[in-house]
């Protein structure tokens, strides 16, 4: 695991579950949009686009700088 996904560890999972559970639920299209929480002053963790919100796991969540660069991400898509 990536030092930036320790250090959020937490905030990603409640993302998971999160997009899970909207997917779950049908309360968004099966892959539009995503979901993002700012972390710290200049970072935010996002969720992909295109995938399945009810399939999208630990390592589909990245992190990006408030320019919109990407800091770190697990699954290089």
């Known amino acids: 695991m990536h030092e930036l996904q320790q250090q959020y560890e ?3 999972n409640e993302m998971v579950k999160a997009g899970n559970r ?4 049908g309360y968004v ?3 539009g949009g995503n ?4 972390v710290g002053e200049n970072l935010v963790l996002i969720t992909p686009t295109k995938v ?3 399939s999208i796991g630990f390592d589909d969540v990245v992190i990006v700088n408030m320019a919109g660069e990407t800091v770190f991400a697990a699954n290089d898509r």
Do not use: A, M, W
């Open 22 to 25: 909207v997917g779950d639920k």
């Open 52 to 54: 399945p919100k009810d």
């Open 35 to 38: 979901l993002s929480c700012r």
């Open 10 to 12: 937490v905030e990603i």
């Open 29 to 31: 299209t099966s892959h």
